[in-house]
Each structure stands twice: as structure tokens, then as C-alpha cells.
């Protein structure tokens, strides 16, 4: 079998050293070239052609997200981000997936040679999966807070136009690799008075934060990291904290957020598994569950728990995937109702809220 051929492009010889060493280790991956800038980056993926990068958000001469526009543009490739624990480089990451990037790892700003050899399983998963995913040319900007008309107060935000909404449904979102810009793209189209949405995205302490901002600025509704005990209502998205699990509980006639630091399910936290248990055990059948894009399997039985107790599930397609792992092992379960591209999911969503036809779509 051939190896996956990698080059890593970071500006600090230590960090170049490091990612090579765990590539190096691994039977089915090899570095074949190390780049302190992205001018010397350029030249050496012209001349190597490989697989994979690493790519630092911080570079001399060339920023990062520069050299990966112009990359995804001109000669689209997996790319895996190396980005820093801080809000500036959770912010840099989360407009490089934006740009196309696959992933990111997050190397500690102290201690780098021990973080990165803590993360080494982490890091070479994410390089796999980077090697087998779907890239897409990057043909024009992405959106960003700024420049959208819904970053707005939430007196400002456009009512909906949406009929019959029940504010007792939850919409419960799973998503891992490429996760950031499906979630987005559910997000966005959803009307101010939308039923609550609880969302679990594999993530990191640090990241989501941003991440929520973000999305709130884009969106007609609010979206925030949840916080332990607080109501979960209409108009509103919740999104697990990096780190932590995320649940939901009743409180009288109210559904509340749990947040929590249990151990890890699947081998994350937050899990999707966590939150679409509860899901199925607390809402059932005033659930709709969503699957997003992700590697492995974590939340496919949970949703075929959602499924059992009445809920009613959306998986992303294969075609528009950047990893069609999650979704795929859901369907495998059973778990889903309709398997639709992620473009669709969204108007799914709102037509059968608004018990309004929905068009053609791929039923199971």
C-alpha cells in the first residue's frame, strides 16, 4: 500500500522536527518535505506532490490563510491546520476551514515537544482522514460576520415568515470533520422564531467560543455555547463547549442544557452519543436529528435510539461530505428518515415544520 505522502509547513524548525518525527513513525505515512514559510512551501509541493500539508496559521512572509487561498484556488489539496490555543488562532482556524482547510490541531503555546507527542494519535488520525476527503475548490470568499445583513441585535433580526412552528420541537445537530461550514449552512437559512437547536461539534476547549460568535453573527437566530442548567428555547442555538459533553434534561415543563465533564464517549467529548441519548430519552418524538459530516461512528446508535422513541432524522449524502463517516455508519444503523445534500437539509427541515411539501427527496 502506498504511504501518504505529507509536507509540513510551519515556521518553527522545533514544530517541523516534531510533525515529522510522528509522521515518520506511522506505517502508512511518510514526510516528505518540511517548509519554514509558504513561498518555500510552494515550490516544494510543485516539486514533491504530496498527499497532505500541515500548514501553521502563523507564517513569515506569507500569512497562513493567504498562502491557503491562494492554495485551495489554484491547486486544491488536503490541508490540516496547526493553529495555537488562543482566541486570534481559533479565529484564524475557523476562517481557514472556511477556506477548505479539512481540520486543525491545536498545539499548546508552552510546552510544545510534550503537547505535540500527547497529540501525536490525534494528529496522524486527522492526516488519514485528510488524505481520503473530499476537497473542493475555493471559488469565492466565504461568508463572514461582517459582511452579513443578520449580524444584527437581536431586536433588529428579521421575524419569520415560518407558519405553525411548534415551539415544543428540538432539533438536535452531530457533526465532526467539516462540521463547522455544514453547521453553518443548517444554521443560516433557520427563521428568528425557529425551534431551538442543540448542536454537538467535535471540538476543542478554546475554539468554540469563537465559533459560536461566529455563527451568531450569520444567523437570523442567537447562537451561543451552552451553559450548564440554563433554558433552552425558540430562536436560539446551543453549542456544546469544547471539552465538555452537552445534554438535555426537563425541568418541569421546560428542556434544559447540561453541561458536563464526564469522561469521554466514542473518545470525545463532547459526543455526539450524549447529547442524541438524551435526545431520545427526554424529547422523542418533538425531536428532529440531523448528522452532519465527521469520521467514525460516534452518535450513529444514539440516533437510531432518536428514531425508535419517534423522532424524525436527516443524514448528510455522501457527495456532500468532506468525511462521510458518521452519517454513513448511521444509515448502516438504520437511523435515518431521509438522506438528503447538505444544501437540502435546511429547506427539509423548514417544510416539515411548516407541514408544507419539501420536493423531491431520497427517502429510506
Do not use: W
Not at 438536535?172 to 470533520?177: D, E, L, N, Q, R
Amino acid at each position: 500500500m502506498a504511504k501518504t505522502r505529507v509536507v509540513v509547513v510551519d515556521d518553527s524548525a522545533l514544530v517541523r522536527s516534531l510533525l515529522a518525527e510522528i509522521i515518520n513513525r506511522q506505517h502508512d505515512m511518510q514526510c516528505v518535505g518540511a517548509a519554514s514559510d509558504p513561498l518555500v512551501a510552494r515550490e516544494m509541493i510543485r516539486e514533491l506532490n504530496p498527499d497532505v500539508i500541515t500548514l501553521d496559521v502563523e507564517m513569515p512572509r506569507m500569512d497562513g490563510l493567504e498562502f491557503l487561498s491562494r492554495l485551495m484556488r489554484l491547486r486544491p489539496m488536503p490541508v490540516v491546520m496547526v493553529s495555537t490555543l488562543t482566541e486570534q488562532g481559533a479565529e484564524i482556524t475557523l476562517r481557514a476551514l472556511e477556506m477548505g482547510a479539512i481540520d486543525f490541531v491545536a498545539k499548546p503555546r508552552i510546552g510544545v515537544s510534550h503537547g505535540l507527542n500527547e497529540l501525536a494519535g490525534d494528529i496522524v488520525d486527522k492526516i488519514r482522514v485528510a488524505a481520503a476527503a473530499q476537497v473542493r475548490r475555493l471559488t469565492a470568499p466565504a461568508p463572514t460576520a461582517a459582511s452579513s445583513a443578520a449580524h444584527a441585535p437581536a431586536a433588529a433580526r428579521p421575524a419569520s415568515p415560518l407558519p405553525r412552528v411548534s415551539t415544543e420541537k428540538i432539533i438536535c445537530i452531530g457533526a465532526s470533520t467539516g462540521g463547522t461550514e455544514a453547521i453553518r449552512e443548517v444554521l443560516v437559512p433557520m427563521p428568528a422564531d425557529a425551534p431551538a437547536i442543540v448542536i454537538t461539534q467535535h471540538m476543542p476547549p478554546g475554539f468554540t467560543t469563537s465559533f459560536a460568535t461566529r455563527l451568531d453573527g450569520l444567523c437570523k437566530i442567537r447562537v451561543a455555547e451552552a451553559r450548564d442548567g440554563q433554558r433552552i428555547l425558540p430562536g436560539h442555538a446551543y453549542i456544546a463547549p469544547g471539552g465538555r459533553h452537552l445534554r438535555i434534561d426537563r425541568s418541569g415543563s421546560n428542556y434544559v442544557a447540561v453541561v458536563e465533564d464526564t469522561e469521554p464517549v466514542n473518545r470525545h467529548r463532547p459526543s455526539v452519543e450524549v447529547l442524541f441519548k438524551s435526545a431520545a430519552r427526554v424529547i422523542g418524538p418533538n425531536a428532529i436529528g440531523i448528522m452532519l459530516t465527521g469520521m467514525g461512528a460516534d452518535g450513529a446508535s444514539a440516533m437510531r435510539e432518536m428514531k425508535d422513541a419517534g423522532s424524525y432524522n436527516y443524514v448528510q449524502d455522501e457527495a456532500s461530505c468532506v468525511v462521510f463517516g458518521m452519517p454513513r455508519v448511521a444509515i448502516q444503523h438504520g437511523a435515518a428518515h431521509e438522506v438528503l445534500p447538505l444544501n437540502q437539509i435546511a429547506p427539509a427541515v423548514l417544510a416539515r415544520l411548516a407541514n408544507a411539501p419539501a420536493g423531491v427527496r431520497h427517502r429510506i
